[in-house]
């Protein structure tokens, strides 16, 4: 049973920092497009960025260019999310889904770390 989970979820003051960290199983990430989604109250839940373990490709939703990064490190089976210059606005559950081939073939999500900016 495959399941992700997030951490690094934190209240910080506007202009403040936090890095988010999702952990799966072994090396599944390796065969996954990953990506790092975030809902607020009230709102629908929407994609931040995303990373692509075939050729490190990274995206990034317009409100986060520049001031979040995507990064991944297979070794240690972990996704993260680098997040500076943060806003009220960018107070939401943060969630990371993963979309996988081979032996871990399937979709899944994190059950979410919160995001408190004030």
């Known amino acids: 049973h495959v399941q992700l989970v997030e951490s690094g979820g934190d209240s910080v003051q506007v202009g403040g920092s936090l890095k988010l960290s999702c952990t799966g199983a072994g090396d599944m990430f390796s065969m996954c497009g990953m990506g790092w989604y975030r809902q607020s109250l009230g709102k629908e839940r929407e994609l931040v960025a995303s990373f692509n373990s075939d050729d490190g490709h990274t995206e990034y939703a317009d409100f986060v260019k520049g001031r979040f990064t995507i990064s991944q490190d297979n070794a240690k089976g972990t996704l993260f999310l680098q997040m500076n210059s943060l806003e009220t606005e960018d107070t939401a559950a943060y969630y990371c889904?993963?979309?996988?081939?081979?032996?871990?073939?399937?979709?899944?999500w994190g059950q979410g770390t919160q995001v408190t900016v004030s």
């Open positions: 889904a993963a979309d996988c081939v081979g032996w871990a073939k399937g979709s899944y």
